[in-house]
């Protein structure tokens, strides 16, 4: 997730359209993110982006889960959004908890999904 992380601090101009900024960060961040995932043995990940926010769910242990980036250019909460959900088309599910864009990115993500790194 460094390279992703890397890419988010960086300045994102804004526009109605997909700047070169934020597509670097959507693609990098899927890339990333998916294997992250995996190693923690989640499956059925399924993401999307919007306007300068990426998003997405998966499954660990029958449970899903969803994520929000936030709005990039902002940066106002400087952490990702994750919740447990009933379902895919659940986006209010649970209690919202945050994992900071910080060297301890992996480790955090981990500890709220209640897994161990690879």
């Known amino acids: 997730m460094q390279k992703s992380i890397r890419l988010y601090r960086q300045e994102f101009d804004s526009s109605s359209g997909l700047t070169p900024q934020f597509d670097a960060f959507r693609k990098c961040f899927k890339?990333?993110?998916t294997a992250l995932l995996k190693s923690l043995?989640?499956?059925?990940?399924?993401?999307?982006y919007g306007h300068f926010e990426v998003n997405g769910f998966f499954t660990i242990n029958n449970q899903a889960w969803w994520f929000n980036t936030g709005d990039v250019r902002f940066k106002i909460m400087?952490?990702?959004l994750i919740r447990k959900t009933d379902n895919y088309n659940d986006f209010h599910g649970g209690i919202n908890q945050f994992v900071g864009y910080?060297?301890?990115f992996e480790d955090n993500l981990a500890r709220i999904l209640n897994r161990r790194m690879i």
């Open 31 to 33: 890339k990333e993110i």
């Open 78 to 80: 400087r952490n990702m």
């Open 102 to 104: 910080d060297g301890n």
């Open 41 to 48: 043995g989640a499956t059925d990940i399924k993401i999307k």
